[in-house]
């Protein structure tokens, strides 16, 4: 099976902007849909912790999409209708071939 054909999901992907200001004069994060993404997204069953460069990442779903893909670590994915944090954006082995993202679901 080719690559592309296990790419079967469309997610959207969300970007924060500090645009706007509250009554007090500080900064209010806007989130805003970007874009829509062909990718698939894996459950990892459960919630799977690991430590990558000193920082703790837990993380409940796997994300793999097309290189040059518009996403960025601290973006947001929806998918299923749930809101999921962009905790890495990985080129996966460094072979310039697709992505890998670790998802945080929000609760």
Not at 38 to 61: F, M
Not at 64 to 81: E, P
């Amino acid at each position: 099976m080719a690559y592309l054909d296990q790419l079967k999901h469309t997610v959207e992907v969300w970007r924060r902007s500090a645009g706007a200001q509250n009554d007090y004069g500080e900064a209010i994060d806007t989130w805003a849909k970007i874009t829509d993404i062909t990718c698939l997204v894996q459950p990892k069953g459960g919630n799977v912790a690991r430590e990558e460069s000193g920082i703790l990442i837990t993380s409940t779903h796997k994300l793999f999409c097309l290189i040059g893909t518009n996403i960025r670590v601290g973006d947001k994915i929806k998918y299923s209708s749930k809101f999921f944090d962009v905790l890495n954006v990985k080129d996966a082995a460094g072979q310039n071939h697709h992505l890998e993202s670790d998802l945080s679901e929000n609760q």
